[in-house]
């Protein structure tokens, strides 16, 4: 996909990974709506630092557990931008508690982590497949974490929200037979051996 023109969602988009892919998707000159959840300022500045090369950017307040969200997310963005040609799924929450002791994860933490990291990612497809296909070229990335592993890295250093970034990238604008896949950038940390 030739990105320049072309409009994203960057859902969990004003800090971290997010942040990182919708400055590069912008730097190429594609349009970013940066979403987020509580990170107001993150977002405001990430879309005013989009802004500045040259695109339209907006922060759009969306919690993406809640699906009249999504739809309200994708409505605005079509509306504001006239199109939706690229979702890219960053958003994630966790509570970090030992392994050996899941009786310090209440259940409320649980719902919340897996409505926002498995049940948020479908609602942002299914609020987003017909202005996704209306585009001709829509693409889809998902994020997600190798942060439970514990295990070394073997290129010494973890990974930076620039280098999930660039691979995102990477498979945005690369072959568009590249689907389905799953793309590991962990400096080899879940390598078997």
Known sequence: MEI??????????????????????AARGCSVVVNYSRSREDAERTAAECAKKGVFAM????DVADDAACRELVAV???ELGQLDILVQSAGTTVFVPHGDLDKLSTDD???????????????????????????SGEVVMVSSVAGM????????PSEPEDISAAILGLIGGSDMVTGQVIVVDGGMTLGG
């Open 4 to 25: 320049e023109g072309k409009v994203a969602i960057v859902t969990g988009g004003g800090t971290g990974v997010g942040r990182a892919t919708a400055l590069d998707l």
């Open 110 to 136: 649980w719902q919340r982590i897996f409505q926002v990291n498995v049940v948020a990612p479908f609602q942002m497809v299914r609020a987003a497949r017909s202005a996704l296909e209306a585009s001709g």
């Open 150 to 157: 514990v295990q070394r890295v073997p290129l010494g250093r």
């Open 77 to 79: 963005c079509t509306s």
């Open 59 to 62: 922060p759009f307040k969306a």
